[in-house]
């Protein structure tokens, strides 16, 4: 019996994990505090899978790791109550119900012109993005910035990024770098000697001189994000937008901040915006697999390394070098709020509207808060302009 369990447990049918974890999907409203807080209530308080306290340290295990934390419990409760195959399915069922839902409104998107015809109700909606992500950078930020070097680092990456338009992996790997030597300056010193180039680090230069078809590339972009989202769901955003916008331009940033609106008003986690790029990329097959790549690792990481990842997070010695890619996140991730501020808030009404949205995320945080915000300012977007914009 693993040692976090709280009593013994007998397998689940495979059929009642799948559809547990597809409820779920179809309830996962308000983002990623009340899609953790449904799954804690069913899985932790009234069947007692784990204990509170083993629930306390997974969960800080999987805010610190990549991908998007509600989905990873998920897929760790159902490995726990079928096996590899009862995680599989436990984290298909809750992503399900949002990738089916985007994928339609990305179709809806292009092939019926979404955008254009409900222009006035996008008004609203990518006004209330901004605030969203904003509301991410605050409660990311109290998180993971906790001492002034951290809080430079953060400053440093949104300078790199904004400014200089320096590429993510550089401005994260700088970060978890520069914070482990402020930590550990002694012993790299000692090290500095033996320090040579490693074939990973040869196959990674390699890799990106191969020539790769379309197909290929959004998979590839895809994984990488899902590979490189620590501290949740909303640190995705940075690293898509790079590749997506930046890099690859195969969106522009209006149809970015539009497709973010899109997810902020469906049950799912926001990661499942994906679905959106990966459809303007490459049509159906980039939107398969683009979702493929960026949860991935969401599969792999609680299937296979679950007690792996367990050990290097709460191994002291890696613990700095996190904590400063965190810090880079942060900086990444406001970049690319001015970004969509710029976009979404385009005059004084909007800017409103964005102010707005951003107190009442900030007052309220009920499990339909973030529906409500979303779509409250896409309602009173269109009254807007149908009287005094």
């Not at 997974?58 to 990549?66: I, T």
């Not at 000697?193 to 990973?200: A, E, I, M, R």
């Not at 790549?293 to 296979?304: D, H, K, R, T, Y």
């Amino acid at each position: 019996m693993p040692p976090e369990v709280a009593h013994p447990l007998r397998a689940d049918p495979l059929r009642s994990i799948f559809i547990r974890f597809l409820k779920f999907g179809l309830l996962a409203w308000g983002g990623p505090a009340a899609q953790i807080a449904m799954i804690k209530r069913e899985c932790v308080d009234e069947e007692g899978w784990v204990s509170e306290e083993s629930f306390k340290k997974l969960l800080a295990v999987y805010q610190v790791l990549p991908g998007p934390e509600a989905h990873e419990l998920c897929v760790y409760f159902g490995r726990l109550r079928g096996g590899k195959l009862g995680g599989f399915l436990a984290g298909l069922g809750f992503m399900l119900p949002g990738f089916i839902l985007m994928l339609g409104l990305s179709v809806l998107y292009v092939e019926a012109s979404l955008a254009t015809h409900l222009d006035q109700l996008f008004y609203g909606l990518t006004a209330a993005v901004g605030a969203l992500v904003a509301r991410a950078l605050v409660r990311l930020s109290g998180s993971f910035i906790t001492d002034l070097p951290l809080a430079l680092l953060a400053v440093a990456g949104f300078a790199l990024t904004l400014f200089a338009d320096a590429s993510f992996v550089l401005v994260l790997l700088g970060a978890g770098l520069a914070y482990e030597l402020w930590k550990n300056a002694s012993r790299w010193t000692r090290r500095a000697n033996s320090l040579v180039v490693s074939p990973t680090a040869l196959a990674l230069v390699v890799a990106g001189t191969i020539t790769l078809s379309l197909t290929a590339q959004i998979f590839f972009e895809g994984l990488k994000a899902g590979l490189l989202t620590f501290g949740g769901a909303y640190t995705v955003i940075p690293f898509l937008h790079d590749s997506a916008v930046s890099g690859h331009h195969w969106l522009t940033n209006d149809q970015f901040v539009d497709g973010l609106a899109m997810s902020g008003v469906l049950p799912a986690p926001l990661i499942i915006f994906s679905t959106f790029v990966g459809y303007l990329a490459g049509g159906l097959g980039g939107s398969l697999v683009i979702t493929v790549g960026i949860f991935l690792p969401a599969f792999v990481f609680p299937i296979f390394l679950h007690r792996q990842l367990v050990s290097v997070a709460e191994n002291e010695r890696f613990r700095p070098f996190l904590l400063g890619v965190a810090a880079g996140v942060i900086g990444l991730i406001a970049a690319v709020t001015v970004e969509i501020l710029k976009t979404s808030v385009v005059d004084v009404y909007t800017a409103l509207l964005a102010i707005g949205a951003f107190l009442a995320l900030n007052r309220w945080h009920s499990k339909l808060t973030v529906l409500w915000v979303v779509l409250g300012c896409g309602v009173i977007g269109v009254l807007l302009q149908a009287t005094v914009v």
